[in-house]
């Protein structure tokens, strides 16, 4: 069923709409002209429910003067269903947090990231059982990830490859979720601190005459940190070099600022050949006002290549409607291009009626 007999099979009565559902789409379009320059996306994690009622998030989506959506998985029906609505699809792809990959980890658990205890990251993952990482620095995982990127790229519509969980385990987890997890980070620990396996020791020894894992203290060693930077920044831009050749975009979900990225999960964003960055300024993670996205998004900007969009991650579920009104207007008066919503399914009527007035006026 395409969009026109989907509409004409359910009606407005027929499933409830609200308000902002009901506004035609032609009007919807217009929105666009009127975000001027803005353009708006949401992550989408929950593909459950009928191709009927992915279509009632659709349509709320584009209603709401929204893009695009960034789906985590199936591609090609997500496509298929967005092309009604006009919606552009951006392949939302899992990166190096490989836990779901049963076939890799048991055929290779060697290539994973190790903590500097010696633990790997399949017998030992820090924090939740699904934290099994392939390590960057392996050859070998390069090749790996670089194929599953092709495997995404035979998508001729899909817009742009856009990665996520692009750097090494949380050494230090945003201060809100440490007692959810039952630890207090004052410091880098060394069973969260990560990597210090063989390919990473080996590496660092022949470039720098020192095995990692006799530093006094790894933290302070401004070469260590570099280092591990560079692994992530050589696997982003290997990517890159692959999608841009397809003329397809690369983006990537990031920590919110440069400096937060390099200090919890090493991970030097602003280094990377991306067409556009999506840095996940969750307010509520570092205990910040709402207020702090606006400054979130110019500490990144200030960074950034000026040709590189800067698309500001927003976690709805922590954030009432006045909050993701004003987080988009914070956004875009600090030198945003946009907002990504996490996630879709998380938006209430309210949510989406007050995010579409603010995104009325431009």
């Known amino acids: 069923m395409n969009r026109k007999s989907f509409l004409k099979k359910v009606g407005a009565g027929a499933i409830g709409l609200t308000s902002l559902q009901s506004i035609p789409f032609q009007r919807a379009k217009a929105f666009q002209s009127l975000t001027g320059e803005s353009q708006n996306y949401a992550w989408v994690s929950n593909h459950n429910g009928t191709d009927d009622e992915l279509r009632v998030r659709l349509e709320l989506i584009k209603n709401a003067g929204l893009d695009g959506i960034l789906p985590s998985s199936q591609y090609e029906k997500w496509v298929q269903l967005a092309e009604e609505f006009e919606l552009d699809v951006h392949a939302w792809f899992i990166t190096l947090q490989r836990s779901g990959d049963e076939p890799l980890i048991r055929k290779h658990p060697d290539w994973f990231m190790v903590n500097r205890n010696g633990e790997s990251s399949v017998t030992s993952p820090a924090y939740v059982d699904y934290y099994k990482w392939l390590c960057p620095t392996r050859p070998e995982a390069q090749e790996y990830i670089l194929n599953k990127v092709d495997e995404i790229l035979k998508i001729s519509e899909i817009k742009s490859v856009h990665l996520d969980y692009i750097r090494y385990p949380d050494v230090i987890l945003p201060i809100q979720l440490q007692p959810g997890y039952g630890v207090v980070q004052d410091k880098e620990y060394p069973q969260y601190d990560y990597c210090f396996c063989d390919a990473c020791r080996r590496k660092y020894q022949t470039l720098y005459g020192d095995d990692p894992i006799l530093l006094d203290n ?3 060693d401004d070469t260590f940190s570099q280092f ?4 992530v920044t050589h696997l982003v831009n290997q ?3 692959r999608v841009h050749n397809q003329g397809v975009k690369l983006t990537a979900a990031v920590f ?3 400096e937060i990225a390099r200090s919890l999960v090493r991970q030097n964003w602003p280094d990377w050949n991306l067409d556009a960055v999506f840095p996940m300024q969750y307010n509520h993670f570092y205990h910040k006002p709402v207020r702090w996205i ?4 110019a500490e990144g900007r ?7 969009e800067m698309f500001s991650g927003l976690y709805v579920p922590e954030m009432t409607p006045i909050e993701v009104s004003q987080a988009y ?3 875009m008066e600090n030198g945003a291009n946009g907002i990504c ?3 879709d399914h998380s938006m209430t009527e309210e949510h989406w009626a007050y995010l579409s007035r603010v995104m009325q006026k431009g």
């Not at 591990?228 to 692994?231: A, E, K, L, S």
């Not at 606006?294 to 998004?297: E, I, R, S």
């Not at 200030?302 to 590189?308: G, Q, S, V």
């Open 294 to 297: 606006g400054k979130a998004v």
């Open 218 to 220: 790894p933290a302070e």
């Open 302 to 308: 200030r960074e950034l290549p000026a040709t590189t």
């Open 329 to 331: 207007e914070f956004a």
């Open 256 to 258: 919110p600022t440069p």
């Open 239 to 241: 990517v890159a070099m």
């Open 341 to 343: 919503l996490f996630s």
């Open 228 to 231: 591990r930077y560079n692994q």
